[in-house]
């Protein structure tokens, strides 16, 4: 099987590694991934352009390979970074990526984080850092949204913190 692997340099230029196209079995390949992300760019960019639905049906299924995924994530916060210097990402884009990424496989955590991002006044961007909590937080934390598995003591980003406190504010509320 093929692998897509991602070659960070000074954060903003990234060269893919390996070539030919995504094929029949939905393996990554550098093409494939070229032109999903040029779909998921023009996504962020406009909401008039639609994404080619069968395209970005083979996508998901192959980002469903957990090593494909893992890949992935990191390579898609880089690839919305603009300016070399550029280190995190804007509220509304992150929230559109993390639809467009996250949401199939982890629907609840992304709908709870996505109106949590929306309604904090604490940030206004999202670091790599935060960004790779989030993914962190989506695999590890079990009981979700009840959360009696997160431990607030294993070095999570504080902007995690933060979301897991307002959810079990929200959560006790309802009550």
Request: net charge negative; aromatic share 14%; charged share 25%.
């Amino acid at each position: 099987m093929c692998r897509c692997v991602v070659v960070l340099k000074r954060r903003k230029q990234v060269d893919l590694i390996t070539s030919s196209t995504m094929d029949w079995t939905g393996v990554i390949t550098e093409e494939g991934l070229e032109q999903f992300v040029n779909l998921f760019h023009q996504y962020a960019k406009t909401s008039s352009n639609p994404i080619e639905a069968d395209r970005l049906d083979k996508l998901k299924k192959a980002l469903s390979e957990p090593s494909n995924f893992a890949e992935f994530y990191p390579y898609a916060f880089t690839y919305f970074l603009t300016d070399e210097k550029q280190e995190s990402i804007n509220i509304e884009t992150i929230c559109q990526l993390l639809d467009i990424i996250m949401a199939s496989t982890f629907r609840p955590q992304v709908d709870y984080f996505v109106d949590y991002l929306k309604i904090q006044n604490d940030y206004k961007v999202i670091n790599m850092d935060q960004w790779m909590g989030f993914y962190r937080f989506c695999n590890e934390v079990i009981g979700f949204p009840e959360m009696t598995e997160y431990n607030q003591e294993l070095a999570w980003p504080l902007l995690l913190n933060n979301f897991v406190e307002w959810i079990r504010e929200k959560t006790s509320l309802k009550a």
